[in-house]
């Protein structure tokens, strides 16, 4: 009984610290964003926002990369949902960068809690650190905000990471399949990477890792 209740204290505290770590890590992300606004690149804008924002209306200008299948409609879709609210409420252009602006640090978050699950592979002390480190290392706070697709196409690939690393059987391997797949359909150009992480984690064993990546079982 004393161990059961020790390791409820363990994983209470484990569970506030990181509570804080996130919390602290997203005001950080809203504060340099909303202070410092920036545009990392015009894809952003011109292949992700205004094609959201198309949506609601007939004339729209279609991209060739999206004309081309080199870029998918699910990201842009995504961020239309998240600029309905706004322009349903007439927030106008600032009320929609807002919105998408919160979104993004909130969904940047996955990164941090991704290196807090590898850390725990080792200890309770490398999950706080790689917690840590992600949530205050510049890079990471200054494209939060920004919807670029190569942003959450690796927020994608670190779940992914993650939960292939982190759980075991058919259910870790089709979850973080469904998320290398979405890091493959926001950015074609990750699927090197994606691979590497698929061969490094099933190897040669077909019938034991391969086939549970198509369906859980």
């Known amino acids: 009984m004393n161990g059961r209740r020790s390791q409820a204290v ?11 770590i996130l919390f602290s890590a997203l005001l ?42 080199l870029r998918g409609w699910l990201w842009p879709m995504i961020i239309s949902g998240v600029i309905f609210p706004s322009e349903k409420l007439g927030g106008g252009g600032a009320g929609i960068a807002i919105s998408v602006l919160i979104f993004m640090s909130l969904l940047s978050l996955a990164g941090v809690y991704a290196a807090y699950s590898i850390g ?36 994608c ?38 691979a590497f992480i698929a061969l490094y984690i099933s190897g040669l064993s077909f019938r034991a890792k391969w086939l549970p990546w198509c369906w859980e079982g």
């Open 157 to 194: 690939l670190l779940i992914a990471i993650a939960v292939l690393l982190r759980i075991n059987g058919a259910a870790g391997l089709f979850f973080g399949g469904v998320c290398l797949g979405l890091a493959f359909v926001f950015r074609l150009r990750y699927a090197p990477a994606i």
């Open 10 to 20: 363990i994983d209470h505290a484990r569970s506030n610290k990181l509570i804080i």
């Open 28 to 69: 950080l992300r809203l504060a340099i964003s909303i202070a410092v606004p920036h545009i990392v690149h015009p894809d952003e804008i011109f292949q992700v926002v205004e094609q959201a924002y198309s949506f609601y209306f007939e004339d729209r200008v279609i991209p060739w990369e999206i004309r081309d299948s």
């Open 120 to 155: 725990m592979l080792k200890s309770q002390r490398h999950a706080i650190a790689g917690a840590c480190v992600t949530a205050v290392w510049y890079e990471f706070i200054w494209f939060a905000g920004n919807p670029l697709n190569e942003a959450v196409a690796t927020y």
